[in-house]
């Protein structure tokens, strides 16, 4: 069974940081490419950044480039979500998701179960 565990979410202060995580089991960690997707209050979900399966090649949304990275540990099937400078509108539930190919897809197939983000001071 995929099992998709993000932690590291929590109240940080607008120029703040924080780095998600998401430990991931069930399947083989390096067969997939992985993405982080958010949702806001209210809105609907929004896809935030990719990764290749050996992390080769990143993907991030226009809106976060140069304040997000996205990275993986292969060796620790996890997945990570450094921010910077976060602002007010990066509050959200930020979502880990595995996509059904070794490449970028964005095609997901499986979700975790969510860590909530809050910026604010």
């Known amino acids: 069974e995929v099992q998709l565990v993000e932690s590291g979410g929590g109240l940080v202060q607008p120029g703040g940081s924080l780095r998600l995580s998401c430990a991931a089991s069930g399947f083989t960690f390096d067969d997939y490419a992985m993405s982080w997707v958010r949702q806001a209050p209210g809105k609907g979900l929004e896809w935030v950044s990719a990764i290749s399966w050996d992390g080769g090649r990143t993907y991030c949304a226009e809106s976060m480039k140069g304040r997000f990275t996205i990275s993986r540990d292969n060796a620790k099937n996890t997945l990570y979500l450094q921010m910077n400078s976060l602002k007010s509108e990066d509050t959200a539930v930020y979502y880990c998701?595995?996509?059904?190919?070794?490449?970028?897809?964005?095609?997901?197939?499986?979700w975790g179960q969510g860590t909530q983000v809050t910026v604010s001071s």
């Open positions: 998701a595995k996509d059904s190919s070794s490449r970028a897809t964005m095609v997901f197939d499986s």
